[in-house]
T-cell receptor, first 111, second 120 residues
Framework: GNSVTQMEGPVTLSEEAFLTINCTYT??????LFWYVQYPGEGLQLLLK?????DKGSNKGFEATYRKETTSFHLEKGSVQVSDSAVYFC??????????FGTGTLLAVQP | GAVVSQHPSWVICKSGTSVKIECRSL??????MFWYRQFPKQSLMLMAT?????????EQGVEKDKFLINHASLTLSTLTVTSAHPEDSSFYIC????????????????FGPGTRLTVT
């Protein structure tokens, strides 16, 4: 079945630093790929998605590119803010469109 | 975006009792709802998928008689933890989805805020 490996946290950065959170997956076929974010005390929210190879999902300054050749979907942001502090989940869509979640990466941004 | 609510947000129950958790899609019709369990500092584990009007599909290792799921309408699904024990204490999260688009890509899942269950 599908699986996902996500960069372990916590990741601690200073404000305006560059962020990369790695995510690789194994899947049959070509699943849709998602990044979800969970802010403290809130439910998960979709951050961005990509539905086919070479697609780039972007939102709120975050980007991730669907790399079929490396089966990766790394999350990046050029300049993080304190308000970006949250847990980030990588999630490929499974064969029946179920989401398979990574372990989550806690990001802490310090002023 | 679409809103999904869960009730209660937290509940404490005694061992051996049953507790029901509700998941509602407030402004859209959810043909499919998912129930997850999240342990501290761990990822979400999918427990079951429920489609409106049909029986839920449980993931391997999840006891269907222990975790009863009902999806009676397009806006409501319930999870009942029967004969709860301390090991059932966890954070339960539901999500709702409206369907798939014409290319077969799934519509976004919208997540509820979660329910913290503590069994004493």
């Amino acid at each position: 079945g599908n699986s996902v490996t996500q960069m372990e946290g916590p990741v601690t950065l200073s404000e305006e630093a560059f962020l990369t959170i790695n995510c690789t997956y194994t899947a049959t076929g070509y699943p849709s790929l998602f990044w979800y974010v969970q802010y403290p005390g809130e439910g998960l929210q979709l951050l961005l998605k990509a539905t086919k190879a070479d697609d780039k999902g972007s939102n709120k300054g975050f980007e991730a590119t669907y790399r079929k050749e490396t089966t990766s979907f790394h999350l990046e942001k050029g300049s993080v803010q304190v308000s970006d502090s949250a847990v980030y989940f990588c999630a490929p869509g499974g064969a029946t469109n179920k989401l398979i979640f990574g372990t989550g990466t806690l990001l802490a941004v310090q002023p | 975006g679409a809103v999904v609510s869960q009730h209660p947000s937290w509940v404490i129950c005694k061992s051996g009792t049953s507790v029901k958790i509700e998941c509602r899609s407030l402004d859209f019709q959810a043909t499919t709802m998912f129930w997850y369990r999240q342990f501290p500092k761990q990822s979400l584990m999918l427990m079951a998928t429920s489609n409106e009007g049909s029986k839920a599909t449980y993931e391997q290792g999840v006891e269907k008689d222990k975790f009863l799921i009902n999806h009676a309408s397009l806006t409501l699904s319930t999870l009942t933890v029967t004969s709860a024990h301390p090991e059932d204490s966890s954070f339960y999260i539901c999500s709702a989805r409206g369907g798939v688009d014409t290319s077969g890509s799934p519509y976004e899942q919208y997540f509820g805020p979660g329910t913290r269950l503590t069994v004493t």
